[in-house]
Structure formats: structure tokens, C-alpha cells
């Protein structure tokens, strides 16, 4: 498994941006795919975008399709991946998860029970 350390977040209005980041670190090269995930209140983890380790490749939910955008940085030993999320809106509040997998992201890359390593969550709050 991949250690996940999640940091970003917090409150802003309608219309503001946050980006989150989640660092990789103890054995990133494990990974080879990561993602992002949310829990809005009431609601099922919902898939939100996901990166290819190797080639960058990115996926998003339509939900987000314009208004987020997954990245990622590496290093000789770590892989920093972010979310910059613009445009926010109140029905973007919920608690957001990093997430790693081993294989590819083009398997099911929105299935969270393919991802095996897990961030603790960060709280974004929007408000109208």
C-alpha cells in the first residue's frame, strides 16, 4: 500500500477555488493510478477524477469536467497529486479522499473499491 497525506482545504464562498493536495510517499512507485473522491452529506462516495502515474493521463466526472483539474508532480520518491478545483459551489461541501491503486486508472478508474490505499479526508465547505 501506498501512505496517503492529504493537506488543503477548508471554507470558501460561491464561485471561490481551493486546491488540494495528497502526497505519496512509501513506495509511490507501487501506484499506478490516483485519485480523488468525495462525501457529500447523505451521499455515497462519488468519484470525482483520477491521473495516470506514468503518462498523466487524466479522467474526470461530468460533474466536474470543467471546473476541476487533477495533476500530479514527482519526484526521484515521492508523487504529489493535486485537485484545483474552481467555480465552487455550495453542492461541492463534503469531505474529499485521496486514493491509489496499483494498476491502471483505465479499469473502472471511477470504481473506489479499486483503489486499496486511502487518504484520511479533508473538509471543503462552500457557502452560498
Known amino acids: 500500500q501506498v501512505h496517503l497525506a492529504q493537506s488543503g482545504g477548508g471554507s470558501v464562498s460561491t464561485g471561490g477555488s481551493l486546491t488540494l493536495s495528497c502526497q505519496a510517499a512509501?513506495?509511490?512507485?507501487?501506484?499506478?493510478?490516483f485519485a480523488w473522491f468525495r462525501e457529500r452529506p447523505g451521499r455515497w462516495r462519488e468519484e470525482l477524477a483520477a491521473i495516470s502515474k506514468d503518462d498523466s493521463q487524466t479522467w474526470y466526472a461530468s460533474i466536474v469536467q470543467d471546473r476541476f483539474n487533477i495533476s500530479q508532480t514527482r519526484t526521484e520518491n515521492t508523487v504529489m497529486v493535486s485537485l484545483e478545483m474552481n467555480t465552487l459551489e455550495p453542492r461541492d461541501t463534503a469531505i474529499y479522499y485521496c486514493?491509489?491503486?496499483?494498476?491502471?486508472?483505465?479499469?473502472?478508474?471511477?470504481?473506489?473499491?479499486?483503489?486499496?490505499?486511502w487518504g484520511p479526508g479533508t473538509q471543503v465547505t462552500v457557502s452560498s
Open positions: 512509501e513506495s509511490p512507485a507501487s501506484a499506478g493510478c
Open positions: 486514493a491509489a491503486r496499483p494498476d491502471s486508472c483505465t479499469d473502472f478508474w471511477w470504481h473506489f473499491r479499486k483503489y486499496s490505499s
